[in-house]
Structures are given as structure tokens and as C-alpha cells.
């Protein structure tokens, strides 16, 4: 079995390639933390207004289960800032599935 020595060769990546790939991964890094964040901060926000409209007339556990989600989601908001998006990103969906179960008792 012969092979050629040019086949078999990649090609060369040069530094002005490298760093124009970190940039964008840089890019991409940023564009994450500030999505959770934000995100986070959204949702928290409708988990507390949720909370608030519903202090009265209801049983206890419906705002309990909207401000407990609505925690949730701060702590995955401070996580996003910190650039644990992947944590950030089930803490906003745990938040949320408790603020949903929140308005099953509702």
C-alpha cells in the first residue's frame, strides 16, 4: 500500500486564521452568558409578578410554587452572568417547570 505524502498532509492553520477562531469563540462565549442571563432574569421576573397577583384568594401553595420558581431562575441568572450556561440553562427549566406546577393548583 503506497501513499503519497502530499495526501496524506492537512492543511496548515495560520495564526491569523487561529485567532480569528478564537474571536468567534469568544463571540459565541459572550453571546451565551448574556442569553442566560437575561433569560434568567425574564423569567424570574414573570415568576414574581405571577406571585404577586396570585397572594390572594388562593391556596398558599400556588404563590409558594410561582416565588420558588421565580428563585430558581435567579440563581440560574447569576450562573448564566458567571458563564455556567449549561447549569443556568436546567436551572431555568427546573424554575419554570415548578412555576408550571404552580399553575396546575392553581
Do not use: K, N
Amino acid at each position: 500500500m503506497t501513499a503519497h505524502a502530499e495526501s496524506d498532509a492537512e492543511p496548515e492553520i495560520t495564526e491569523v486564521e487561529a485567532a480569528e477562531d478564537d474571536e468567534d469563540l469568544y463571540e459565541d462565549a459572550r453571546r451565551a452568558r448574556w442569553t442566560a442571563t437575561v433569560t434568567g432574569a425574564l423569567l424570574a421576573l414573570m415568576g414574581l409578578t405571577a406571585s404577586l397577583m396570585r397572594l390572594s384568594g388562593v391556596p398558599a401553595l400556588v404563590p409558594a410554587a410561582y416565588g420558588s420558581g421565580s428563585a430558581v431562575c435567579v440563581v440560574a441568572s447569576v450562573l448564566g452572568a458567571r458563564g455556567r450556561t449549561r447549569w443556568a440553562l436546567w436551572l431555568m427549566i427546573l424554575g419554570t417547570m415548578v412555576m408550571a406546577l404552580g399553575d396546575q393548583f392553581d
